[in-house]
């Protein structure tokens, strides 16, 4: 892969949502960025994908210019993991360890009634599982011989089923990948086209339940994936559009597509890491570093804490009901959006979403035969929203807003429609706080202390009243809030993780044999970024260790300071622990002995990216294109409508306002005030 761009070249983010497709162009010359929206096409998303790539260069005009990079986000792997639509796919795992799947870790979701709680069925069912004998010890010694014989019976057994796809997890492959690497070969033998998943490979770190489910998942999504992207490299090269295919990771990072293909779960959440590192790009333009980021759509809400410019991550993760202890972006995303459906309970109790309304028929106010009331309609209702939204090509219904929101809140409550809608946005931007507290001051930071970065197509709607409720000083809106997420993949450079589980109880730990494991993990890393075409110059890597107090269940992940396994570098990071520990959860044992669990080296990649230009300064025409009546609370009041393209750097608005563009609308309510910034965010004092 080459790195390296020419005058000229055009640098392509594309991310493929539920509803739209959204890409970004960007010049490498001059900085200047395009953008724009596709329908997306879900029964083949690489249809979708072309026409995304064809609209914006007809948006750019001029002779036909050559694309260096097509940066992309997809939710391929996310979709046929929580519809259950991957691939069919057979499991080989040790003796005795058959039904790890189906045991789990013997818990409910968090929000689970457990008395009705029903466990969902695992991607593999037990009767596609075959054990295989042999055993490796914790050490990484071999205490029992590998059956071969029985893994070729268990590969023919799959070939005779017509089984193309296959996953291999063995107890303490991580320590030791012999039997499992073998066992790939014999698969080979018997099945050539086989798709092979190997725990040792996907996630070589202990606890068998996670990395069977994680090792399985990537089997699962293999095929999908695998077609995704060859169909996608096909058409591509049809249109010879680049030679450089670069795939969003779920830990904020791109890869080659040969390495999706290999390791198809690291794109579980493509598209919502690219909009988390939008954010991070978006907050260190504005010089706010730290910030909480919200993106919201029609359905769903993600939330992300992000300090120093860089989004935090986790090893913890879930998609759907299953764990997915991958490195990802850390957010919690809940059911509130704008299309979330507002309801009256039998007991009087007013509840929004986390059903939505969706695209089809959407929003009462859409047009489309909605009936029920959304969050949208209440916007409407309140003055929120301008009457006729992307760019005057689409008019809302407010008369159908207000019947929908009078028939179902307004007179089962016995109030007007106008406090009805209020107390819709009340429930929903409550939840939305919840959300933003979860990663915040659950892990003991004060939400104060950071700025609100919110976007997607109903961010900016929420964000001054969350700030509000929430204390926080600022709301940033990017200048192009609908496609953050497509702006984030022109930021992000190649990142992948490489982990190995090397217990060190203490107290004498072993610093020989803690810095052979991070050479070799570090030589590993090293060793992708060269295939992956990224220079010495431009490569780097970073450690990190995950420790925990003796007996306890659970591990903080670490940095480990200036590539070194010293006494003073080990002090040092237990000492980050011992603080670490204090912060989240209120104590620290000092005098409690530390293990070292696992250690991981993360491999990072520059890639070459051009300074997007400043923001213009406005055009020669009046702001203000419409005045319109904006609720505050006791009554309405009149507001100016400002067009957003026509404030230049420096622009003042005072509240109440409101700033709308073709992807969103800003509301800056009563006392706020809004200032342009020169990186074109527009930064809302609260």
Request: proline share 6%.
């Amino acid at each position: 892969m080459n790195t390296m761009m020419r005058g000229g070249d055009l640098l392509l983010g594309i991310d493929i949502g539920g509803t739209f497709t959204d890409i970004v162009a960007l010049d490498t010359t001059t900085g200047q960025r395009w953008s724009t929206k596709t329908p997306t096409s879900p029964q083949d998303q690489s249809q979708g994908f072309i026409a995304a790539v064809d609209k914006v260069l007809e948006t750019i005009g001029g002779e036909r210019r050559n694309i260096a990079q097509i940066l992309h986000g997809t939710t391929v792997a996310t979709n046929a993991i929580l519809e259950g639509k991957g691939g069919t796919a057979g499991l080989i795992t040790s003796a005795g360890f058959r039904h790890v799947l189906e045991i789990g870790r013997h818990d409910i979701p968090r929000k689970a009634n457990m008395f009705s709680w029903v466990k969902p069925a695992r991607p593999v069912p037990p009767k596609r599982i075959v054990e295989v004998a042999g055993r490796i010890d914790v050490d990484g010694t071999e205490h029992v011989p590998l059956d071969e014989a029985a893994a070729r019976a268990a590969a023919e057994a799959f070939r005779a089923e017509g089984l193309q796809t296959i996953a291999v997890c063995l107890i303490h492959a991580y320590a030791n990948p012999a039997h499992e690497r073998r066992i790939a070969e014999i698969v080979r033998e018997v099945i050539p086209d086989a798709l092979i998943s190997l725990s040792s490979d996907v996630l070589p770190v202990f606890r068998e339940y996670e990395r069977s489910m994680v090792t399985i998942l990537n089997a699962y999504v293999m095929p999908p994936v695998s077609h995704y992207v060859a169909r996608l490299g096909e058409r591509i090269e049809e249109r010879a559009l680049t030679r450089s295919l670069l795939l969003m990771n779920s830990g904020g990072g791109v890869m080659s597509a040969a390495t999706a293909r290999a390791e198809p779960v690291q794109t579980a959440l493509s598209g919502p890491a690219a909009g988390a590192l939008g954010a991070a790009a978006t907050g260190v333009a504005a010089g706010q570093p730290d910030v909480i980021s919200i993106d919201i759509g029609g359905t769903s809400a993600d939330v992300t804490l992000i300090r120093d410019g860089r989004p935090t991550i986790t090893k913890r993760g879930t998609i759907g009901e299953w764990p997915v202890h991958t490195p990802m972006v850390d957010m919690v995303t809940i059911g509130a959006g704008g299309g979330s459906i507002a309801r009256v309970t039998e007991g009087g109790s007013l509840t929004v979403g986390p059903q939505s309304a969706g695209a089809v028929p959407g929003p009462a106010c859409y047009g489309r035969g909605g009936t029920l009331p959304t969050v949208s309609d209440a916007h409407l209702v309140l003055g929120r929203l301008c009457p006729n939204l992307l760019d005057d090509q689409m008019a809302l219904d407010e008369e159908a807003a207000r019947r929908a929101v009078h028939d179902h809140v307004a007179a089962p409550l016995g109030l007007s429609v106008e406090r009805a809608a209020e107390g819709i946005l009340d429930v929903i931007n409550n939840a939305m706080v919840g959300a933003i507290r979860l990663v915040s001051v659950e892990r003991g930071l004060d939400p104060r202390d950071f700025a609100l970065l919110a976007f997607g197509g109903a961010g900016p709607l929420h964000g001054p009243a969350l700030a509000r409720l929430l204390g926080m000083s600022s709301v940033i809106v990017p200048p192009s809030p609908g496609v953050l997420s497509a702006v984030g993949l022109t930021v992000a450079d190649l990142r992948n993780e490489f982990s190995l589980t090397c217990v060190e109880r203490g107290p004498d730990h072993d610093l020989t044999r803690l810095a052979t494991t991070f050479a070799s993990l570090d030589d590993k890393a090293r060793a992708w970024l060269a295939a992956e075409g990224i220079a010495e110059g431009a490569s780097r890597t970073e450690w990190e260790a995950s420790l925990r107090y003796r007996n306890q269940g659970f591990e903080l992940a670490i940095p480990w300071p200036d590539h070194a396994v010293t006494p003073e570098a080990l002090g040092r990071v237990f000492e980050a622990f011992h603080t670490t520990h204090e912060r989240l959860y209120t104590f620290a044992q000092r005098d409690t002995p530390v293990e070292i669990v696992t250690l991981s080296v993360a491999a990072h990649g520059r890639l070459d990216r051009p300074e997007v230009t400043a923001h213009q300064p406005p055009v020669a025409a009046d702001p203000i294109v419409a005045r319109q009546r904006l609720w505050s609370g006791d009554g309405f009041v009149d507001c100016p409508v400002y067009e957003r393209a026509r404030l230049g750097a420096g622009a003042r608005i005072e509240g109440p306002a409101i700033l709308r563009q073709l992807d969103t609308t800003t509301v800056i309510e009563p006392g706020q005030r809004a200032e342009i910034h020169p990186s074109g965010s527009a930064i809302v004092t609260v």
